[in-house]
């Protein structure tokens, strides 16, 4: 048995492959620090150039720190650095995240009594690797074409994961709408499975491109309806420019993205809608920025992305002509203002509402954090049972959560 401390950064996605690998070393001791640890995971996020940089620099000083540890580097930054990374740190394990729980069962003997915490939340893969051509992408060039896991594994991954006490599953992956494509499924046909376990919980459907939404639309609101699904719809618009989103080739439309918005909304009153926005795309005007700031006030979606257009090489995007940085941050600060008080007042209009929510995780001060059935997070200031449902009353509100008291 050996001890293991496994360092996370990125999506989701990245969250969920850390949680399977921590699965798979059963038997082996995880600690909570770099220190404690005779083997050091880094899964590394390379999406932006910003957090590259991040990643390069962490490598550094987890290999400097290593001493007589073992560095095992994992996670997208391995696909573009792994060469460069082998012949900087020779005494490190670059491998794709996949393989690390392998090279490290195949080395160390595991004491099969030791198990893990039991946890509330668990992230669970679907799929990695994406069928879209954004030009601005350098994930899709990292992990592929989509690679979806069959519904049988990930049934039985999740039956495994309420077992050891999940109360909500967030599905993972690149696109979650394109699950299924390459082996002759749809998200539908997994979704209902899942929902076919006997256990109460609840699913988070992950991101959705609003292309791949289009092509299951009709059953996909089906499955929303039913009452283990998140009434959450995670759709990225990325820019309220026509001009701009045929640059970034996303593959729909404005208007696709609001008729999307629109049958949810009007299946699902309660619905949670959340996007994501690019500012600072080469050779955004300010009147395609304009453009944006008015699709954020006409769709008022509750939970925004923000995430100023970073060049990376090898996508079409980085040969663009750039927007000047002084101007992006503006225009990042501008559009997170807007949000900010966009959501604020959104969630005004809940106040004294009463929610079924399931207490998730400690907060502040002795407080608990507790999801609703739309996904909705509201703070009650006391120290709740985890893992329990209360009916919660909203009392007060800020722009990205909802404080309530027992109802």
Same mark, same amino acid.
């Given at each position: 048995?050996v001890s293991v401390y496994l360092e996370t950064y990125g999506c989701t996605l990245n969250q969920s492959e850390s949680e399977e690998i921590l699965s798979l070393l059963k038997g ?12 050091? !995971? ?8 910003r957090t590259e940089k991040r990643m390069l620099k962490r490598v550094k000083q987890l290999y400097e720190q290593s001493e007589n540890r073992e560095l095992i580097i994992s996670g ?23 393989? !690390? ?22 992230? $669970? ?8 051509? @954004?030009?601005? @992408? ?16 990930? !049934? ?16 993972? =992956? ?16 997994? $979704?209902? =499975?899942? @929902? ?8 988070r459907i992950g991101m959705m491109s609003v292309s791949s939404i289009l092509n299951i639309l009709e059953e996909l609101v089906q499955t929303f309806g039913h009452p283990k699904v ?23 439309? %404005? ?43 006409? $769709? ?53 509402? %009463? ?24 703070? !009650?200031?006391?120290?709740? =049972?985890?893992? $329990? ?19």
């Amino acid at each position: 048995m050996v001890s293991v401390y496994l360092e996370t950064y990125g999506c989701t996605l990245n969250q969920s492959e850390s949680e399977e690998i921590l699965s798979l070393l059963k038997g082996h001791s995880v600690v909570e620090s770099a220190h404690d640890a005779q083997i050091i !995971v880094l899964n590394t996020c390379a999406v932006v150039e910003r957090t590259e940089k991040r990643m390069l620099k962490r490598v550094k000083q987890l290999y400097e720190q290593s001493e007589n540890r073992e560095l095992i580097i994992s996670g997208c930054l391995t696909e573009q650095w792994g060469d460069w990374l082998r012949a900087e740190y020779p005494e490190s394990v670059v491998v794709r995240s996949d393989h !690390v729980a392998s090279y490290i069962n195949g080395r160390y003997k595991r004491k099969p009594t030791v198990a893990f915490g039991r946890s509330i939340t668990a992230r $669970v893969k679907i799929a990695h690797g994406c069928q879209g051509s @954004c030009s601005y @992408c350098i994930v899709r060039l990292i992990r592929g074409p989509i690679a979806s896991r069959s519904i049988e594994t990930i !049934v039985r991954d999740v039956q495994r994961r309420i077992q050891n006490g999940a109360q909500q599953i967030l599905l993972a =992956a690149q696109d979650a709408a394109a699950y299924g494509q390459d082996r002759g499924c749809t998200l539908s046909d997994l $979704v209902e =499975a899942l @929902c076919g376990l006997e256990q109460d919980f609840r699913i988070r459907i992950g991101m959705m491109s609003v292309s791949s939404i289009l092509n299951i639309l009709e059953e996909l609101v089906q499955t929303f309806g039913h009452p283990k699904v998140y009434k959450f719809l995670h759709v990225p618009v990325q820019s309220g420019s026509e001009r701009v989103i045929t640059l970034m080739e996303r593959g729909h439309t %404005i208007a696709d993205f609001k008729r999307v918005v629109q049958v949810f909304r009007q299946t699902f009153a309660d619905v949670t809608i959340s996007t994501d926005f690019i500012v600072g795309f080469p050779t955004e005007s300010d009147d395609d920025f304009r453009a944006t700031m008015r699709v954020l006030r006409e $769709v008022r979606p509750l939970k925004v992305n923000i995430t100023r257009f970073s060049p990376r090489m090898g996508t079409k995007a980085f040969n663009l002509e750039p927007v000047v940085s002084r101007i992006t941050k503006e225009r990042s600060r501008m559009l997170t203002a807007e949000h900010h008080r966009i959501a604020y007042e959104e969630n005004l209009q809940k106040l004294g509402k %009463i929610y079924e929510a399931v207490a998730v995780e400690r907060g502040k001060n002795q407080s608990t954090v507790l999801y609703s059935d739309n996904y909705q997070p509201i703070v !009650v200031e006391q120290n709740l =049972a985890l893992g $329990v449902r209360y009916a919660v009353r909203a009392t007060r509100a800020t722009p990205t959560y909802l404080i309530g008291i027992l109802s």
